[in-house]
């Protein structure tokens, strides 16, 4: 077994990558894509080369890992993932291994490596996992608090439970979509004004959600918990989200059962998964609870994670501005407590769940997650580069969220994910 450590901020690869990649030899994620030739492989990505890690098992050189050829000649990382926290790290620590400029097993056999690495250009990224359920939290304290300012009590903003658990409800997997695939403007009921009877018709206020979200190993059977000491070993990794939102069909509807239909029409994610191990290098301390948690969401060490975050809305024909800067570490609820907390009844989680954080802002307004608290409700417009002007979402805007991690002179990051929005059919 292969003792390398994928994190050392020393390593150097021997493949040329750009100092501004998101995917440095520290990174190693995990993906699916459909190579030129048609063939549909497990991957990872360095520089601006995708690794077919089919064809490095193939050619022998993970013949030391408990992985067989199905896991990687597969449409999706579930089988992968069915292996388990520890095979999977000693997969990516070997993948880096071997990529690493002090390693010459492929670094000196270029016929192989004609078979192992593709231009990324070259090939297209499908839907990485197979997403059995999602569920999506709300564990921003500033945005909730912005929220509650804007539709209740600005005194009484939070409810009296938001600091006791992870509020979170289950979403829809099935309209989870790869970034790059356009979405169409949902229709629904709206109620524009309170004295009068609701409207059907075209979404008008369309809006993004920058949320991150992880995606599970398969947990315990049904009936037991993963305490917050063990959540770790059953998250996999994350990718950027984007929980498209339609605000005006979700206040009319949301009362009393919560999101529904304004939700569920398409969230979007980027397509590679960076591992929890690639991220471990950038935790930091997560804010002070008060009041004191319940024993159970209890953890110890530093649980959340330093990700700078921006979102970019590109006008049809125009150039991107960016319109947020935020981060992930902001979070009030952590992963850990997420996990511990969506457990804790007993509820059973898969390989391939997704769970998605809730629209992640900061204290800035420039760090607001949703043009909901950027216009702060269509009450102040926000301005792009070509002069034009957003209120919420418009048809043809493109919206484009970035993220990455960034110490000792090592980049980790997602790439990005990014969504067109289509007129309503």
Known sequence: MSHFNANDPQNKSWIDIPSDS????????????????????????????????ASLFDLGYLSSLPFSKEDFHATSLNRMMKKGKAACSTLRNRIAELFNEKNNELKNNSGDQEKILLNSSACENLMPVEIGDYTDFYSSIEHATNVGTMFRDPNNALLPNWKYIPVGYHGRASSIILSGEPIHRPKGQQKPKDDEPPVFGPCKLLDFELEMAFITYDGKPLGESISTSEAEDYIF?????????????????YVPLGPFLAKNFASSISAWIVTLDALEPFRVAGPEQDPKVFPYLEYSGNKNIDIHLEVYIQPEGSDESLVCSSNYKYMYWNQNQQLAHHTINGCNINAGDMYASGTISGKE?????????????GTQAVKLNDGSERKFIQDGDTVI????????????????VSSKVLPAK
């Open 401 to 416: 969220m970035k993220g990455f991690s960034k110490k000792d002179g090592v980049r980790v990051g997602f790439g990005e």
């Open 365 to 377: 307004k420039s760090s607001y997650g949703s043009m909901l608290e950027l216009s702060w409700k």
């Open 22 to 53: 998101d995917f440095s030899i520290q990174n190693i994620p995990f993906g699916v894509i459909k190579k030129p030739d048609g063939q549909v492989v497990v991957a990872s990505r360095i520089g601006d080369k995708v690794i077919d890690i």
């Open 237 to 253: 990794g994350m990718v950027l989200f984007n929980d498209w939102s339609a605000r005006d069909i979700q206040k009319w509807e």
